[in-house]
T-cell receptor, first 113, second 112 residues
Framework: EAGVAQSPRYKIIEKRQSVAFWCNPI?????LYWYQQILGQGPKLLIQ????????DSQLPKDRFSAERLKGVDSTLKIQPAKLEDSAVYLC???????????FGAGSRLTVL | SQELEQSPQSLIVQEGKNLTINCTSS?????LYWYKQKYGEGLIFLMM?????EEKSHEKITAKLDEKKQQSSLHITASQPSHAGIYLC????????????FGKGTKLSVKP
């Protein structure tokens, strides 16, 4: 079974630029999550999708972050404009309906200069 | 204050030694998940605990959830260099299913 795919693995941008991250979950996994992990911290949930609908985006900074999962499969997380404090690893995870365990991708490491 | 506290923050042990990592919640847990993370990689699922007093083992790693479901421990027996990494506990407090609150992690180094 293929895992959760994420790209790019690494991205360096200057503040005020924009960036987008892509995630392809495990086939058949209806629930998709985006987490932000700042160095030295645990992952923090940004947004949760069930198929193509948003379940929880209460911690997503909506003035600069946006995410979509238009066809209920892959997802894109965008940051525009980026701030220095957005430097982090952005982790995508997916879960099959009825199961409790999240499967994580390798993450996308963002550095904002 | 942090809902989920992990201790210690970091740990250096000699290969072959046993060690314990603790995870304490300020609220009752619906479930507690242990993950391992290596630098530059995603989180690898280790174990899930849901019942008070539950204990699970996989190879040389044992995780327990106390009766009150507010504290969990992860114990590694006869540590090996392959055990090195960051151990994260994630709490399910009964919100949107799968919405886990993570601790800050415990960084484990194993000296050969």
């Amino acid at each position: 079974e293929a895992g959760v795919a994420q790209s790019p693995r690494y991205k360096i941008i200057e503040k005020r630029q924009s960036v987008a991250f892509w995630c392809n979950p495990i086939s058949g996994h209806a629930t998709l999550y985006w987490y932000q992990q700042i160095l030295g911290q645990g992952p923090k949930l940004l947004i949760q999708f069930q198929n193509n609908g948003v379940v929880d985006d209460s911690q997503l900074p909506k003035d600069r972050f946006s995410a979509e999962r238009l066809k209920g499969v892959d997802s894109t997380l965008k940051i525009q404009p980026a701030k220095l404090e957005d430097s982090a690893v952005y982790l995508c995870a997916s879960r099959v309906s009825g199961a409790n365990v999240l499967t994580f991708g390798a993450g996308s490491r963002l550095t904002v200069l | 204050s942090q809902e989920l506290e992990q201790s210690p923050q970091s740990l250096i042990v000699q290969e072959g030694k046993n060690l314990t990592i603790n995870c304490t919640s300020s609220k009752t847990l619906y479930g507690l998940y242990w993950y391992k993370q290596k630098y530059g990689e995603g989180l690898i699922f280790l174990m899930m605990l849901q019942k008070g007093g539950e204990e699970k083992s996989h190879e040389k790693i044992t995780a327990k959830l106390d009766e009150k479901k507010q504290q969990s421990s992860l114990h590694i027996t006869a540590s090996q260099p392959s055990h090195a990494g960051i151990y994260l506990c994630g709490a399910d407090y009964g919100g949107s299913q799968g919405n886990l609150i993570f601790g800050k992690g415990t960084k484990l180094s194993v000296k050969p």
